[in-house]
């Protein structure tokens, strides 16, 4: 059967395995994304789902402020050990994470913590709009279902594009460095500040503005 490439991205995302090893899971597994994990897990390729049931209690509070103080960031990352929360490269992945927030301003981390209802009123939202331009009602499902995927992308930290590499989501990115560091990493909460956030004020963009702080 042809493989769905929205299953090799989650199979990817929840495991950190590589393409190819997800696209043969998939094709094994008759694209049963549970059972995929499972096949990768008995591979031994499934590096990242095999550390994530375990406890990560150490880590880190990252902060980070955008230049002039307009935008600030506070993330805690944790770890299993105090020794890998300690380490330059996980203060790295940990500063990297801050400025995620910044510029793109999740409002969650991962879209099990989105409230139902905030997703029922969005799937209404999309639903209308479809109507509205016309569709046949049997392809509207599947439309919101594909636009609601969308609406997750910018809310859900995990599921946004990686401001440093939009070929990857934060949780491939998450994934990756659980497999380079062999420990389960999670990224639990955050609090952003914006100045002025909720006085009228002229609209910036923050994304160019904390890129171009990256670049220098």
Do not use: W
């Amino acid at each position: 059967m042809a493989v769905n490439a929205s299953a090799v991205k989650e199979l990817r995302e929840r495991t950190g395995a590589g393409m190819l090893d997800c696209k043969k899971a998939l094709d094994e597994t008759n694209g049963d994304v549970e059972k995929a994990i499972d096949f990768l897990r008995e591979k031994g390729l499934a590096a990242a789902a095999n550390k994530a049931g375990r406890a990560a209690t150490e880590g880190t509070v990252e902060s980070y402020i955008h230049a002039g103080g307009k935008i600030g960031v506070l993330v805690e990352i944790n770890s299993e050990t105090d020794f890998v929360g300690k380490t330059e490269e996980f203060k790295s992945f940990a500063r990297d994470i801050a400025m995620q927030i910044a510029a793109a301003n999740p409002l969650y981390v991962r879209r099990e913590e989105v409230p139902q209802e905030e997703v029922d009123r969005e799937m209404e939202v999309l639903k209308s709009q479809a109507l509205n331009e016309g569709k046949p009602e049997k392809i509207i499902a599947k439309m919101v279902e594909g636009r609601i995927s969308k609406f997750y992308e910018e809310i859900c930290l995990m599921e946004q594009s990686f401001i440093k590499d939009p070929d990857k989501t934060i949780s491939m990115m998450l994934n990756e460095k659980i497999s380079k560091i062999g420990e389960n990493i999670s990224i639990r909460r955050f609090v952003r500040f914006e100045l002025g956030e909720g006085l009228e004020k002229k609209e910036d963009n923050f994304v160019e503005e904390v890129m171009a702080q990256v670049k220098h």
